[in-house]
């Protein structure tokens, strides 16, 4: 089995503002897990433990999906948590500018990965990129003005034109992710 997910590559100068973010926090909140810079992604479909025979299918689906899909642009800005700044999981910086057509290529995936026996997200897509995770309890509330201030930053849009079928290995360093496949869009 491969565990695999659908993402959105993330532009390196974006990385890079994220990895100043994270240095700047990292004191701050010592006691949370930091997503490596090179792993930042903004996934659009997990889709978990998948055999590798089903991996031609998947590719498959994703070409249809993003054969008449239009490159945009979005951008990013406000720091979120999942499941809120109280009882934080996952600490994340979200979509804060044309959030519309990756929620809905997200749900267009979704949908159509539905006809390979892939179960539909229960919850609403929210895009975003993870920066860090909580394994402790802890509450970020405090710290919620401090994070306001990176609303006001200024970060370069991401032209998205492509989306990602990604191969994850978990190993003692953390993940470790391969590209298996990156699909243009627009290309029927």
Known sequence: MIRNFIAVDI???IKDKIAEIQMELQPILPKVSWVKPSNIHLT???LGDVAPEQIPSIEDVIRRTVEDQQPFNMEIGSIGA???FSQPKVLWIGVTTNATPIAKLAESLDS????LSFPKEGRKFIPHLTIARIR???????FVSYFDAYDQMDYVPIHVKQISLIKSQLNSEGAVYTKLQTVQFGIG
């Not at 159509?112 to 006809?115: E, H, I, P, S, V």
């Open 112 to 115: 159509t990965l539905n006809c």
């Open 82 to 84: 999942f499941k809120n």
């Open 136 to 142: 402790n309890r802890i509450s970020l509330t405090e």
């Open 11 to 13: 532009p390196d100068e």
């Open 44 to 46: 659009l479909k997990f």
